[in-house]
């Protein structure tokens, strides 16, 4: 068994310390944009970005560019070219995303076989690897995190009529497509610098389960969006304290314990959301 003194000494290091902040700062834009990713039903499209991100990873690689520099764009321009896919056709949205993040995914293995031997490795691919995290990162994420407070906490009023009840929001005279692009530009900017810590696989469920264990706990939408927040990054923090305690993979240790979270929810007792 892993003694505490063990533990609390690894996070003494420079590089765990990088991990457990780049931890709580996707941890907190994950759970504030999934919290509106869920009631919205874009829940798969998150799904569909995250698979999405091994095909830009391997565009990357096979340019010679380094992948994170490929990947925050490559993640805004294939968000924006599915949101027009699902504005200009008639099929049905779940239809339509698996279609895109299958063969998103199935083209970007396919490109990766052209890399050859990728240093990172496809394991740091599809579940992440936050120990790898740097101070350039960090900044990254802060700089986004600002961003997503900012524009939540200043249209806060509108993105909960939008969510609630969109036609009402346009008959008020909101902009549902301006503010629908806004949030799907810092969605996708999220799951992309997320990827590096959690993975192809599981950002997915990074996003969706401190919003559902939110959406259980929570009086007010208000409270709903900050407690979201506050279970990705508890979430996170948990999940890299089991990781460095037990040698586990730091991504599936971090959703392990959102689901924890998540379970723990379950069993209290049941709110009623009222948008306040």
């Known amino acids: 068994m892993p003694s505490l003194t063990h533990t609390l000494e690894l ?11 780049g931890g709580i700062l ?24 995250g ?8 565009l990357g690689l096979l340019l010679g560019m380094n992948p994170s520099s490929v990947l925050l764009p490559f993640a ?28 998103s995914l199935a083209i970007g293995v396919i490109l990766l076989t052209f ?8 394991n740091n691919i599809l579940f992440g690897d936050i120990l790898a995290v ?14 997503c407070v900012v524009y939540v906490g200043l249209t806060l009023r509108s993105q909960i009529l939008l ?26 900017l999220v799951v992309g610098t997320s990827i590096q810590a959690i993975g192809v696989l599981l950002i997915s469920a990074f996003v969706v389960i401190p919003a559902c264990a939110a959406r259980l706990l929570s009086h007010s939408f208000t409270g ?18 089991i990781s460095a305690a037990f040698n586990l993979p730091s991504g599936p240790a971090i959703v392990t314990m959102q689901l924890a979270i998540f379970l723990v929810a379950i069993v209290l007792p049941r709110t009623k959301l009222s948008a306040v």
């Open 76 to 103: 805004v321009v294939f968000a924006l070219g599915v949101t027009y896919l699902l504005e200009r056709t008639r099929l049905w949205t779940d239809a339509l995303l698996n279609i895109v993040y299958s063969s």
């Open 163 to 188: 969510t609630l009840h969109e036609p009402l929001a346009v008959a008020r005279g909101i902009s549902a497509s301006a503010h629908r692009t806004t949030f799907i530009v810092l969605l996708a």
């Open 11 to 21: 996070f003494q290091l420079p590089f765990m310390q990088r991990a457990l902040m």
């Open 51 to 58: 698979h999405s991100a091994l095909l830009g990873i391997s």
């Open 115 to 122: 890399v050859g031997q990728y240093r990172g490795g496809i």
């Open 224 to 241: 709903y969006v900050i407690l979201s927040a506050l279970l990705g990054a508890l979430g996170a923090v948990l999940g890299m304290v």
């Open 134 to 147: 740097r101070q350039g990162d960090l900044v990254v994420g802060s700089i986004l995190l600002v961003a």
């Open 26 to 49: 996707t941890g907190l834009m994950g759970g504030l944009m999934g919290s509106f990713t869920i009631l919205r039903q874009l829940s798969f499209f998150s799904d569909a970005l």
